[in-house]
């Protein structure tokens, strides 16, 4: 056995090169070096099992039986290799197995700036694979290396209002959801990222209240997971439907946490990293706008598509064409939307917005433009659409320059003046 030790600068964040080993399409992508149609079944916490596979010209699989040893969320993997798998058979027993096993392939992210990741990997590698691996593994990372610095970084996400209770919030969600993550806080606003999708929690104070009308769905993945969150979440919270088997799923729950914010749980898994996806509910007379509201978004935002659509059973008594549930991508980031047949007292308010970052002044005057039409303005790039779904319009480094204790106070007073962000005054602020 010999130790394979590999290294590259990343110009990405660490959080960005975690998605690239993590995600199960993006995996693909840099392990196809080592193996053509390379994929993986299991998980990437600390416990998890895990097979690296590949389907070989028989159609059977072959690859490596392994756990997750250690996961450190964003900056450290370590993984114990126990055993191969041939023709489809499992081997972790046998003498030729432990004469080597366990092994370990070890991925550490430091960080060198924001945007910048130092990646290693040091593995274990059998005498007869060395060769092949010190050849192969430059060429993984350069797959990286191009995956992680060309990733869409959250450009769309969501924002809950809070009264003051941000901060407490967002310490909440970091004992429930996996690869949690805290990249800025203060006061008023704490921005983070969990279950592969960003977030952003502010106190706006008790002007608005958060309403079904927006909720997120956890694709869980598993019994034991579905269960764990759940028995969290509702503690000093609401079941709005309980854990369940129902027509749609074979089990599913509804909850309002106790901050009042929704959460959809679902045992199904999803082919993303993204884990967590926020959820529009369109209610009363907007029941039968939903494809006409997917079709709005996916036409204005860049990079976008539908994933699929469900129209209602002709039982529903709703008009041809009605859609009971829709999942689309705006600019990468997975959305779904529902319907209600039933009559309901709530619909979207500001508690829940949808913020967009935009790079130049062109990007805030177009979004601005097309997503309020035929809905509202208000201010600091505050905006309601023809739906009744508020959006955020916001250059990207405004969090930047909010965060430097020096400018805060002046860029505050700066925008407060604004409708639509105008970058200029910001910067020579």
């Known amino acids: 056995?010999?130790?394979?030790?590999?290294?590259?600068?990343?110009?990405?964040?660490?959080?960005?090169?975690?998605?690239?080993?993590?995600?199960?399409?993006?995996?693909?992508?840099?392990?196809?070096?080592?193996?053509?149609?390379?994929?993986?079944?299991?998980?990437?916490?600390?416990?998890?099992?895990?097979?690296?596979?590949?389907?070989?010209?028989?159609?059977?699989?072959?690859?490596?039986?392994?756990?997750?040893?250690?996961?450190?969320?964003?900056?450290?993997?370590?993984?114990?290799?126990?055993?191969?798998?041939?023709?489809?058979?499992?081997?972790?027993?046998?003498?030729?197995?432990?004469?080597?096993?366990?092994?370990?392939?070890?991925?550490?992210?430091?960080?060198?700036?924001?945007?910048?990741?130092?990646?290693?990997?040091?593995?274990?590698?059998?005498?007869?694979?060395?060769?092949?691996?010190?050849?192969?593994?430059?060429?993984?990372?350069?797959?990286?290396?191009?995956?992680?610095?060309?990733?869409?970084?959250?450009?769309?996400?969501?924002?809950?209002?809070?009264?003051?209770?941000?901060?407490?919030?967002?310490?909440?969600?970091?004992?429930?959801?996996?690869?949690?993550?805290?990249?800025?806080?203060?006061?008023?606003?704490?921005?983070?990222?969990?279950?592969?999708?960003?977030?952003?929690?502010?106190?706006g104070g008790p002007m608005y209240k958060m309403t079904p009308a927006m909720s997120y769905f956890v694709y869980c993945g598993g019994n034991s997971e579905i269960e764990r969150i759940y028995s969290l979440l509702i503690k000093g919270g609401m079941v709005i439907m309980p854990l369940d088997k129902y027509d749609w799923s074979s089990k599913y729950a509804w909850v309002q946490d106790k901050f009042g914010v929704n959460w959809q749980l679902d045992i199904d898994p999803v082919n993303s990293s993204q884990k967590i996806v926020p959820c529009l509910l369109f209610v009363n007379q907007k029941n039968t706008l939903v494809n006409e509201a997917v079709n709005f978004y996916t036409a204005i935002i860049k990079n976008s598509s539908t994933i699929m659509q469900a129209p209602y059973h002709s039982s529903a008594n709703m008009p041809q064409g009605s859609i009971l549930f829709a999942q689309y991508k705006l600019n990468g980031v997975i959305f779904n939307t529902m319907s209600s047949t039933m009559h309901h007292d709530y619909d979207f308010t500001p508690a829940n917005s949808i913020v967009i970052e935009c790079k130049t002044q062109e990007e805030i005057d177009y979004y601005w433009e097309k997503l309020g039409e035929g809905g509202s303005h208000s201010r600091c790039g505050w905006l309601t659409d023809r739906y009744g779904v508020s959006w955020q319009v916001i250059p990207d480094f405004l969090s930047r320059l909010t965060s430097d204790p020096a400018k805060a106070p002046a860029v505050i007073k700066a925008f407060s003046q604004m409708t639509k962000f105008e970058i200029e005054p910001l910067l020579n602020v």
């Open 1 to 203: 056995m010999k130790k394979l030790n590999q290294e590259i600068i990343i110009n990405a964040s660490r959080t960005s090169v975690w998605k690239t080993i993590t995600d199960p399409n993006l995996y693909k992508v840099w392990a196809s070096v080592f193996t053509s149609n390379s994929y993986y079944e299991g998980g990437w916490h600390k416990g998890d099992a895990i097979r690296f596979l590949a389907i070989n010209a028989h159609g059977k699989k072959h690859g490596m039986v392994s756990e997750i040893s250690v996961s450190t969320y964003p900056s450290y993997i370590s993984i114990k290799h126990l055993g191969y798998i041939a023709d489809g058979v499992e081997d972790t027993t046998s003498d030729a197995i432990k004469s080597w096993a366990p092994a370990y392939e070890n991925y550490s992210l430091t960080e060198i700036s924001s945007t910048q990741t130092l990646f290693k990997v040091d593995m274990d590698v059998e005498d007869n694979y060395y060769e092949m691996m010190l050849d192969k593994w430059p060429q993984a990372m350069e797959k990286m290396k191009d995956l992680s610095e060309n990733q869409i970084d959250y450009p769309i996400y969501t924002c809950m209002w809070f009264n003051a209770e941000a901060k407490e919030a967002t310490t909440f969600y970091s004992t429930i959801f996996h690869n949690f993550a805290l990249h800025s806080q203060n006061d008023f606003v704490s921005s983070f990222e969990m279950g592969g999708n960003k977030f952003m929690a502010m106190n």
